[in-house]
């Protein structure tokens, strides 16, 4: 069965110091991969995207995310995190033109970043 | 800006009385999506449309239906709500050109009472 894992239920990191959110995914063919975050109480926000070409993506509010194809993971990065990013992130994948249009989603990760 | 837009933010009904969810978007995607999010789990997927074609997911409830009258409008209605339908629903679109990508409206919090 298709799945994507993301294997920290939490990850508390402190102010300025660099953040990984692990996603790790199961989808056969060749997956397009996504990051969303979610605020308290509003809807999920696209962050960034693989779909094809260099495998370090970048994407919104200084994130970035680097794809490795044997490892089959996406894992989220930011240099430098800031008490703001603190949210709920999801990791997505979409298994490509067989998908019914569908995301295969993560469990979510709830980062905290601490002063 | 084009957007995805849910209606209302907040929605409280008491037990068994029917509701309707109202999501609208302004990009003109064929692919609307329903989904249901409980204490900050993963949205659960309950159906999605493609243009007009309905596809219901298998453990969607019969309670939960869904109508699409026009490409922009699609609206979510719970027949009887109950206390387990309690949760944040979220509407989504996607342009249906392969990658899936989807934005999502601000979701709708609906209180079971």
């Known amino acids: 069965a298709q799945s994507v894992a993301q294997p920290e239920d939490q990850v508390n990191v402190a102010e300025g110091n660099p953040l990984t959110v692990k996603c790790t995914y199961s989808?056969?063919?060749?997956?397009?991969l996504f990051w969303y975050v979610q605020y308290p109480n509003r809807g999920l926000q696209f962050l960034l995207k693989?779909?094809?070409?260099d495998n370090l993506v970048k994407g919104s509010y200084g994130f970035e995310a680097e794809f490795n194809k044997s490892q089959t993971s996406f894992h989220l990065k930011k240099p430098s995190a800031l008490v703001s990013d603190s949210a709920l992130y999801f990791c997505?994948?979409?298994?490509?033109?067989?998908?019914?249009?569908?995301?295969?989603w993560g469990a979510g990760t709830k980062l905290i970043i601490k002063p | 800006d084009a957007m995805v837009i849910q209606n209302p933010r907040y929605q409280v009904t008491q037990f068994g009385k029917p509701v309707t969810l109202s999501c609208s978007q302004t990009l003109n995607h064929n692919v609307m999506y329903w989904y249901q999010q409980k204490s900050s789990q993963a949205p659960k997927l309950l159906f999605h449309y493609y243009d007009k074609d309905f596809n219901n997911e298998a453990d969607t409830p019969d309670n939960f239906q869904s109508r699409r009258p026009n490409t922009s409008f699609c609206f979510l209605d719970i027949r009887s709500p109950g206390l387990g339908d309690a949760a944040m629903y979220l509407c989504a679109t996607s342009g249906g050109r392969g990658n899936n990508e989807q934005f999502f409206g601000p979701g709708t919090r609906l209180t079971v009472l």
């Open positions: 693989y779909i094809t070409g």
């Open positions: 989808v056969s063919g060749n997956p397009y």
């Open positions: 997505a994948v979409s298994p490509g033109m067989d998908s019914n249009y569908q995301l295969i």
